[in-house]
């Protein structure tokens, strides 16, 4: 006589997060049959919001130093007033934007894997797409705590030219197209992307290729564009 199956048991939170970055497949098929978004999204705020803390000793500086040397062509910068004021709210809107930018990034990135659904795969709700995207933030989280350490050991002055992106091949300073496209080129972005694209293709039962064309070219799209813009184009 055969025995019923047991139904599988759901993954803990923190069961889906290592699948995500060990076995995504496995852990989107997790997620589409329950959708949790919550816990995950509290940790991403509260890690971003403590890289943010751990960095913004380091923010301030760069601010002072990057308004001093605004202040040799305006004058009004060197008012120690008005400069303490800008130093202290460039520090408060890091901090605050480190906890609201993953929100924002994944109900963007949510919104449009649901608007590319309405013309392929099976219809799947927008939560399931948010919870996609927000486990998919991971690998970006990552990379935020090893930006997080850099800034800590680098100078102050040296502020921008911190970065876990291909940008780090160029030397110090570089300015131009292909540097500004090599700050796009980051390993831990793309990760993140691919994940959103295979969790995609895991809830809406369509080709992983599929979706891996349209989220990379958005983002080649984005990538160009940022670049151009950066030369003033």
């Keep these: 006589m055969n025995m019923p199956l047991e139904p599988q048991e759901q993954m803990t939170v923190g069961q ?11 852990a989107f098929a997790d997620i589409e049959k329950q959708t949790k978004w919550v ?45 303490a ?7 408060v809107f890091a901090l605050i934007g480190s906890m609201l930018s993953p929100v924002v990034v994944c109900l963007l990135c949510a919104g449009l894997l649901k608007l590319f659904n309405l013309f392929a795969g099976e219809p799947a709700r927008f939560r399931q797409f948010f919870a996609v995207t927000v486990y998919s933030y991971f690998p970006l989280l990552i990379g935020s705590v090893i930006a997080a ?4 050991m680098s100078p102050a002055t040296h502020l921008e030219e911190v970065s876990t992106s291909l940008y780090l091949l160029f030397p110090p300073g ?11 080129v980051d390993p831990f972005y793309l990760w993140s992307l691919g994940l959103m694209a295979l969790g995609s293709s895991v809830i809406s039962r369509v080709q992983f290729r599929t979706y891996a064309a349209y989220v990379f070219a958005i983002w080649l799209i984005f990538a160009l564009g940022t670049a151009l813009l950066a030369q003033g184009v």
């Design 149 to 152: 350490i850099m800034i800590v």
């Design 39 to 83: 816990p995950p999204l509290l940790i991403i705020m509260a890690v971003s919001f403590l890289c943010s803390l751990a960095s913004v000793s380091k923010l301030k500086e760069y601010t002072r130093y990057t308004l001093e040397l605004q202040a040799q062509n305006i004058p009004e910068l060197a008012n120690e007033a008005t400069m």
């Design 85 to 91: 004021m800008a130093v202290n709210s460039a520090a």
């Design 174 to 184: 570089s300015k131009g197209f292909a540097a500004s496209l090599a700050r796009q």
């Design 16 to 26: 889906r997060i290592v699948g995500i970055l060990f076995n995504p497949r496995l």
